[in-house]
């Protein structure tokens, strides 16, 4: 494995040259010809008219191509390699949605055009308002938020309205587990509200007692992930929510991990009353990079008068934009919501249909299972039993040998995979947190699950150097991860 070093260096050489080279291009842009103005320029346009020559570099087209296929080829995508990142549900993208998404009365509408213009467009997202209302036992939907954060901080939202049209002002405490995403209390925060922490069980559950002894009358709503983030389902679920309804209050549910229990159960019949859904997990559009991903909300009867408006509505055979409502909390982003994104996600409910859809969490939930059974003779399992869509493991095992998960995760990198969730969720010393997804094949799991044994033997068998070293075969290896992310150098170095 050590020869990696030396093919680094040689295909680093030839890479260096070509970012230089783009960089660094021909200031001359001789080779891009821009088409020149035919006939007047409206004086109205001629202010905004460019009076100098734009700054293009001046690559041929097959250099500035070259650059950029070289670019992707640097990173790792679901499309090159398995990619079971913990919580983010990286699955595959089927090419059908990207054939439907391409169609031109979906790509190329505008959202201001005339509602009879669109009908076809809003028929479609009007399904999925309805589907995701069906799916999650919540029958009210707003497609508006554009992530999961953002349909947090709009579910919040509601539930800050209807304490305040109750009269209960007073109530601005958010109860979060410790367990939970960043985006739980930060959206919260963003709300006006402030957050208390609730210590999780034992069994990394939330501990009834915690729970209990921390609501009162200021408690507006409990924010929780079911399943969690450490891929257990909280089995005592009717139960906290009937505590945190009688204690007054309202109970969020964060549903970034719908993959696990689409089609199977649904957390409106469980007692929550708000709900959002990261579409971009549970229905395909991987997501990288920060984007594109869209959030939706579901509420019930509680909440339904404070649903963001425009919201798509049918009159018979017609779709239309309704917009008036006296207590709605407003409208929340200027269009109707990522449009390309639930195009997709209509296609990937539909290629499952009604009666399948269970398979996606029914899948996704013996993958993690598959992938738990096969590790956890070599790597520690801080919760027993059976897990949900994902399962965490940690690296006590083999911090004896002086290895963490960061040096698990990075030579993961060399042997062909990307990491998985690292050190989180953060109530696990040493998490490694796995998601495969209902997309990979036996195959697949069983290669990444002989990696990962491969690394423990390496580990046992004291070859730390490589571990520490790793990972030795991608163009950039170990990065200062806060300095990457505060300053970042997004040009080639000068
Ligand atoms: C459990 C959980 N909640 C919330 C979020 C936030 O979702 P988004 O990234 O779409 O804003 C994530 C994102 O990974 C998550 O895993």
């Not at 700054?55 to 690559?59: E, K, M, S, T, V």
């Not at 790793?470 to 990065?479: D, E, G, K, V």
């Given at each position: 494995m050590n020869n990696n070093t030396s093919k680094y260096s040689a295909t680093q050489g030839i890479q260096h040259e070509e970012a230089l080279l783009f960089e660094?291009?021909?200031?001359?842009?001789?080779?891009i010809h821009l088409p020149g103005v035919e006939g007047a320029v409206p004086e109205a346009l001629q202010a905004f008219m460019r009076q100098q020559p734009a700054?293009?570099?001046?690559?041929s087209e097959p250099e500035a191509v070259r650059h950029f296929v070289r670019l992707s080829q640097w990173n790792h995508g679901i499309e090159t390699g398995f990619y079971p990142l913990g919580s983010c549900t990286m699955k595959y993208n089927p090419r059908v949605n990207e054939q439907v998404a391409r169609l031109p009365g979906l790509a190329?509408?505008?959202?201001?055009?005339?509602?009879d213009t669109v009908q076809g467009a809003l028929e479609l997202l009007y399904e999925v308002q309805q589907w995701l209302g069906e799916i999650s036992g919540l029958p009210y939907v707003t497609l508006?938020?554009?992530a999961g954060a953002h349909g947090e901080l709009a579910g919040l939202m509601m539930i800050r309205a209807c304490l305040d049209a109750r009269g209960?002002?007073?109530?601005?405490t958010v109860l979060v587990p410790?367990?939970?995403?960043?985006t739980n209390p930060a959206s919260a925060a963003l709300c006006g509200m402030h957050t208390v922490e609730l210590k999780s069980g034992a069994d990394g559950r939330i501990d009834l007692a915690e729970l209990k002894a921390h609501?009162?009358?200021?408690?507006?709503a409990l924010m929780m992930t079911n399943p969690n983030t450490a891929g257990a389902?909280?089995?005592d679920i009717k139960e906290i929510c009937q505590l945190v309804h009688d204690a007054g209050g309202l109970v969020y549910g964060?549903?970034?991990?719908?993959n696990a229990l689409?089609?199977?159960?649904r957390p409106g019949d469980m007692g929550l009353d708000c709900l959002h859904i990261n579409v971009h997990k549970t229905f395909a559009t991987p997501h990288g990079g920060g984007g594109p991903g869209a959030g939706p909300v579901a509420v019930n009867d509680t909440l339904k008068?404070?649903?963001?408006?425009?919201r798509i509505v049918k009159d018979g055979e017609n779709y239309y934009l309704e917009s008036t409502s006296d207590t709605s909390i407003g409208s929340?982003?200027?269009?109707?919501?990522?449009s390309g994104v639930y195009v997709r996600a209509n296609a990937y409910i539909s290629a499952y249909g009604r009666q399948s859809l269970y398979k996606i969490a029914e899948d996704a939930v013996l993958n993690a299972n598959y992938v738990l059974h096969r590790l956890k003779d070599v790597y520690h399992v801080p919760f027993e039993g059976v897990c949900k869509h994902e399962c965490l493991l940690t690296d006590e095992l083999q911090n004896k040998h002086g290895i963490k998960t960061l040096d698990i995760a990075k030579r993961l990198i060399d042997l062909g995979f990307h990491p998985?969730?690292?050190?989180?969720?953060?109530?696990?010393?040493g998490a490694m947190l796995i998601e495969p997804t209902e997309t990979e094949s036996r195959e697949t799991l069983d290669s990444f699950c002989d990696a990962m044994l491969e690394i423990a033997a390496q580990c046992e068998a004291g070859e730390t150097d490589l571990l520490h070293d790793?990972?030795?075969?991608?163009?950039?290896?170990?990065?200062d991860e806060t300095q990457a992310a505060r300053k970042p150098v997004l040009v080639w170095p000068q």
């Open positions: 660094h291009a021909h200031e001359a842009p001789e080779s700054n293009i570099p001046g690559l190329h509408i505008h959202p201001d055009q005339p509602e508006q938020p554009a209960d002002t007073k109530r601005r410790d367990s939970a995403h960043g609501l009162n009358n200021e408690t507006a389902f909280e089995s964060d549903g970034a991990n719908l689409v089609g199977v159960a008068p404070y649903l963001p408006v425009p929340i982003l200027s269009t109707l919501g990522q998985m969730t690292v050190y989180f969720p953060l109530i696990v010393h790793a990972p030795l075969s991608p163009i950039r290896r170990r990065l």
